[in-house]
Nanobody, 124 residues
Framework: VQLQASGGGLVQTGGSLRLSCAAS????????IGWFRQAPGKEIDFVTA????????YYVDSVKGRFTISRDNAKNTVYLQMNNLKPEDTAIYYC??????????????????WGQGTLVTVSS
């Protein structure tokens, strides 16, 4: 599967952005989709994931209540709605995919497919 992330940009603190992750392939519904981010000079961190099975999203504590992940299997697309953005959210955001993944959603090594990343910059 190939992934194409889009929707990044420059926003002020408190603003919103919606990222999209468009996937190729006919079995998109069987893939768990995750979002990871990498801030300048830091390691890649887990943000959120939506499993292929029951669709119950998981979030890192720092984005709970601000970010919402959703998927539209008919459009092979996953969305990440980001509200009340903070400067510490500044990073390159990567969408990722793993076939049939149900555990270990927060570990980047469990995702085989990665998109090219989209830059989110939050100014203070």
């Amino acid at each position: 599967v190939q992934l194409q992330a889009s929707g990044g940009g420059l926003v002020q603190t408190g603003g919103s952005l919606r990222l999209s992750c468009a996937a190729s392939g006919r079995t998109f519904s069987r893939y768990t989709i995750g979002w990871f981010r990498q801030a300048p000079g830091k390691e890649i961190d887990f943000v959120t994931a939506i499993p292929w099975s029951d669709g119950t999203p998981y979030y890192v504590d720092s984005v709970k209540g601000r970010f919402t992940i959703s998927r539209d299997n008919a459009k092979n697309t996953v969305y990440l709605q980001m509200n009340n953005l903070k400067p510490e959210d500044t990073a390159i955001y990567y969408c990722t995919a793993a076939a049939g993944l149900e555990t270990g959603l927060g570990f980047s090594s469990n995702y085989r497919y990665w998109g090219q990343g989209t830059l989110v910059t939050v100014s203070s």
